[in-house]
């Protein structure tokens, strides 16, 4: 019944909105016709799948179109620090920045955001949030392990631990390549933070036996797992939970010694009052069971860092152990850490 719950969940937000919709006066249709629509100006890293879906509902529901931009990490922060002129008159590029929280804290970190808190985003943790409000958590997605049900049947040992999965006998794994992307390499990276270098060779190193194949895709050790070709793959939970919906025979398993995971959010970067206000609303409303509800509608299920949404209460993990995602590893290092990955376990 659980992997159930979602649907049901989105089927009444949208049999709500709807009826929504229909009380609505007709006066108030014709009070917008002809007046031009307000617009917002968004840099994003969300896939642009996601960042459509959410683009599309808002300006249905609200009437105000949000302009989604792709951008790399790089890219966001160069143009908004080229944005953030010194002149309180003109009026920024950008009015909000929807990314990974990594970008956003070396953003806050050079003070190009402006500050916004709420009652949705007073609610979200404070792992999840800046401390002075400059960006919030919107969702997050862990890696998790997907193990096989078949497999499941024929043994008592269940690998709950990465030291567990390291060490388990015959056991077959599906992962991605950590130079393929970059939950994968943030799993890496979190993992010597939080357990130091030492650790995790060893449990990388124990792993290597195991892996099938590096995969190139996120989804890749999901299929495999869901088609028996490997027992147990380390993937992301989001589409694990994709898989599952479509009716593949998974089951999740939380690490207990704790996980990585990619946490995104929002912050505000216009100075100017009006916009702020539309950006905010725009914020606000990601944070709510609608944005969920409605991504989950169309196959991306992360969790929310929003604890007030029946989108929350109805995932099974949300208080899972998480790895502190704090780390300010340099790119160099980063590099490194990867390099050292290749020479002494990959190619070993």
């Known amino acids: 019944m659980r992997r159930y719950t979602i649907f049901i969940l989105t089927a009444i937000m949208l049999v709500l909105a709807v009826v929504a919709g229909m009380a609505l006066p007709v006066d108030a249709d014709k009070k917008t016709l002809g007046a031009p629509m307000q617009e917002l100006t968004a840099y994003t890293t969300l896939p642009a799948e996601t960042a459509a879906i959410l683009s599309e509902v ?26 953030a002129v010194s002149d309180p008159t003109v009026v920024r590029t950008v009015d909000i920045v929807v990314a990974d929280s990594k970008i956003l804290r070396e953003a ?14 007073d609610a979200v943790k404070d792992r999840f949030k800046d401390e002075f409000d400059r960006w919030t ?12 049900r078949d497999y499941l049947r024929t043994t008592v040992d ?17 992962i991605t390549d950590f130079l393929a992307a970059d939950a ?14 030492a650790k995790t ?20 050790p999901v299929r495999q797992a869901g088609m028996g070709e490997v027992d147990v793959s380390v993937a992301v939970e ?15 398993i939380y690490p207990a010694d704790g996980t990585s995971y990619l946490l995104t959010g929002f912050a505000i970067t216009t100075t100017d009052t009006t916009r702020h206000a539309a950006a905010a609303k725009f ?36 208080n899972l152990l998480l790895f502190d995602n704090r780390q300010n590893f340099s790119e160099q290092q980063q590099r490194e850490f990867l390099d050292r990955w290749i020479k002494d376990v990959r190619l070993k």
Request: aromatic residues 12%; proline residues 6%.
């Open 58 to 83: 808002y300006e249905r529901e609200n009437k105000i179109r949000v302009n989604f931009v792709p951008m790399t990490p790089k890219e966001i922060l160069q143009e908004i620090k080229n944005d």
């Open 158 to 174: 269940l690998p709950d631990t990465w030291e567990k999965l390291s060490k388990a006998g015959k056991i077959r794994v599906g």
């Open 184 to 197: 994968s390499a943030n799993l890496m990276f979190q993992m010597i933070g939080n357990l130091g270098n």
């Open 137 to 148: 958590g919107i969702w997050y997605d862990p890696i998790i392990f997907c193990a096989n």
């Open 283 to 318: 914020a606000d409303w990601l944070l709510s069971d609608e944005a969920q509800l409605y991504l989950q509608t169309n196959g991306f299920y992360f969790i929310p860092t929003n604890p007030q949404t029946l989108a929350y209460k109805s995932f099974a993990g949300k």
């Open 238 to 252: 989001s589409e694990t939970l994709r898989y599952l919906q479509n009716g593949y025979p998974l089951k999740i």
């Open 201 to 220: 060779y060893e449990i990388l190193s124990g792993l290597h036996p195991k892996v099938i194949q590096y995969a190139k895709f996120l989804s890749n």
């Open 108 to 121: 806050a970190d050079l003070d190009l955001l402006t500050p916004h808190t709420s009652e949705a985003s």
